[in-house]
């Protein structure tokens, strides 16, 4: 059956540092991969799309890499901040119209 | 302000009463879907419009559900004898045609009691 995991349902770091978190799915050829941030009572905001023949995005202090061998996508978010606090969600999509989320990673910068 | 307004915010019911949610774009999409997010979960696909047309149905969508976008702009979605299981969080989402980003409304936050 297809399946999204997401590294960790937590991630705490220092402010400053880089955070990483790590999508992997299974089951799906997706076309492109989104990334959103989403904050507690909110609607999911996108941040990124990555298309299946980039290897590589970036906005801003956000970067995120598409390996569609290992199935797997890193999002990377450089010099941290508070502000950054708030759960990711990864989502595969295999069309325009089947956009499948994980469960997210809730990160906590700490000051 | 996200581009989408979702009505209400909140909603508490009691068991096997029927509720509406209605979601209006600020702005004309073609492409509009309903998701539902439980506690600690991704958002599930429900439905999708294209213009006034429900195009899809996820298996979620029990016949208890049904949503409709009469004009091709707002949409509702109601759900009748509501069940403990329908808390939740019910998303409405456009979709950017740019770059296929979805913009997501606040949601409504429902609670059957």
């Known amino acids: 059956s297809q399946k999204i995991e997401q590294n960790s349902e937590a991630l705490n770091i220092q402010e400053g540092k880089t955070a990483t978190l790590t999508c992997n799915y299974t089951n799906y050829s997706p076309a492109y991969l989104q990334w959103y941030r989403q904050d507690p009572g909110r609607g999911p905001v996108f941040l990124l799309l990555i298309r299946e023949n980039e290897k590589e995005k970036r906005k801003e202090r956000l970067k995120v890499t598409f390996d569609t061998t290992l199935k797997q996508s890193l999002f990377h978010i450089t010099a941290s901040q508070p502000a950054d606090s708030a759960t990711y969600l990864c989502a595969p999509q295999t069309g325009a119209n089947n956009l499948f989320f994980g469960t997210g990673t809730r990160l906590t910068v700490i000051p | 302000d996200t581009g989408v307004s979702q009505d209400p915010r909140h909603k508490i019911t009691k068991r096997g009463q029927n509720v509406t949610f209605r979601c209006d774009p600020i702005s004309e999409h073609n492409r509009l879907y309903w998701y539902r997010q439980t506690l600690g979960q991704g958002p599930e696909f429900l439905t999708y419009?294209?213009?006034?047309?429900?195009?899809?149905k996820s298996r979620l969508l029990s016949d208890r559900f049904s949503a409709e976008r009469p004009k091709g702009s707002f949409s509702t979605l109601e759900i009748q004898r509501t069940e403990q299981g329908d808390s939740a969080m019910y998303l409405c989402?456009?979709?950017?045609?740019?770059?296929?980003?979805?913009?997501f409304g606040s949601g409504t936050r429902l609670t059957v009691v």
């Open positions: 989402a456009l979709v950017e045609a740019a770059n296929y980003g979805y913009t």
């Open positions: 419009f294209q213009n006034e047309a429900q195009l899809e």
